[in-house]
């Protein structure tokens, strides 16, 4: 199983260009990021030093987000909102075109607040078309788009807050490449079971975050078991990227010390299921 790290989430003690290089220090070869310029559609020479600084740390980026507004004053999305359907529309193109750019293959949809005054089933009748518009564009360079549940204690106008909510809107979609974000932190606080969630729909995820909860501090600190849950994970023959999306306590390098002994761990059960596989084929 492999791991990045979300560059939006840590080593933010940094300026966003030296972040890639850090979390090559610190023995990662992939990264993802939140969208991270101020608009939909940032300047040639922004996008430029971005790449630039990815390519040169020499890691991979493995997942990015749509442009989702401005996520620190409390916006979480712009998928599914009429008044900002103009702007999620003119970022669909660059953020493809930057994904591309550095063989990005997942991109994240946040589905956007409830807005005042606008019924749920018209946010709902936007949401199916932008998201089926950012899905044709993604198929142009062989990307997935997904969509992600988060918990209604921190994002209560969020209307997204469960897997089977997530669900039903990629099955109105219908496209093969619009798959689920299974964010373990969200779903977990929202009640939902991870290993019956994993053995029901792990099929469908089309990338995983992890943090542990409720703090969403790093795995460890928390409540859910995430060498159980991440070994289900692999034996139900998940095989992209975990980001680890949690809130460091302290300086990001000296948050992973308890990464080698699971990845070890789950390297084991990979082995010995494929070993199983090859005694069957």
Same mark, same amino acid.
Request: charged residues 20%.
């Given at each position: 199983m492999r791991f990045d790290v979300n560059l939006s989430i840590l080593f933010t003690e940094l300026p966003l260009l030296e972040r890639p290089a850090a979390a090559a220090a610190a023995g990662f070869d992939a990264v993802e990021l939140w969208w991270p310029f101020d608009g939909p559609a940032p300047a040639d020479r922004e996008l430029d030093a971005l790449v630039r600084a990815i390519r040169d740390a020499g890691v991979r980026l493995v997942g990015l987000n749509f442009d989702a507004g401005d996520m620190a004053a409390g916006?979480?999305?712009? $998928?599914?909102? @009429?008044?900002?359907?103009?702007?999620?529309?003119?970022n669909i193109d660059v953020a493809v075109g930057l994904a591309e750019s550095l063989?990005?293959? +997942? $991109?994240?949809?946040?589905?956007?607040?409830?807005? %005042?005054?606008?019924?749920?089933?018209?946010?709902?009748?936007?949401? /199916?078309?932008?998201?089926? *518009?950012? =899905?044709?564009? =993604?198929? #142009? /360079?062989?990307?997935?788009? +997904?969509? !992600?549940?988060?918990?209604?204690?921190?994002? %209560?106008?969020? %209307? +997204?807050?469960?897997? =089977?909510?997530?669900? !039903?809107? /990629?099955?109105?979609?219908? =496209? @093969?490449?619009?798959?689920? $974000?299974?964010?373990?932190?969200?779903? &977990?606080?929202?009640?939902e079971d991870p290993f019956a969630l994993i053995e029901r729909d792990a099929h469908r995820f089309g990338h995983v975050q992890i943090a542990d909860a409720p703090g969403r501090g790093r795995p460890g600190t928390g409540?859910? %078991? &995430?060498? #159980?849950?991440?070994?289900? $994970?692999?034996? #139900?023959? &998940? #095989?992209?990227?975990?980001?680890?999306?949690?809130?460091?306590?302290? @300086?990001?390098?000296?948050?992973?010390?308890?990464? @080698?002994? *699971?990845?070890?761990?789950?390297?084991? /059960? !990979?082995?010995?299921l494929s070993g199983v596989t090859k005694e069957t084929a």
């Open positions: 916006d979480r999305g712009l $998928l599914s909102r @009429p008044g900002d359907a103009a702007r999620f529309r003119d063989g990005c293959t +997942v $991109l994240n949809a946040l589905y956007g607040n409830a807005e %005042p005054g606008v019924a749920p089933e018209t946010q709902r009748a936007v949401a /199916i078309e932008n998201l089926s *518009l950012a =899905a044709k564009a =993604a198929e #142009r /360079i062989g990307a997935t788009v +997904v969509v !992600e549940a988060l918990n209604s204690y921190e994002s %209560p106008a969020y %209307p +997204v807050t469960s897997s =089977a909510a997530a669900f !039903e809107l /990629i099955d109105r979609v219908a =496209a @093969p490449n619009v798959a689920f $974000l299974a964010d373990f932190y969200h779903l &977990y606080r929202m009640g409540e859910i %078991p &995430y060498d #159980r849950v991440l070994a289900a $994970l692999a034996a #139900r023959g &998940y #095989r992209g990227h975990v980001g680890l999306e949690f809130k460091p306590g302290g @300086p990001s390098a000296a948050e992973f010390g308890w990464l @080698p002994a *699971l990845r070890g761990h789950l390297a084991a /059960i !990979e082995d010995r």
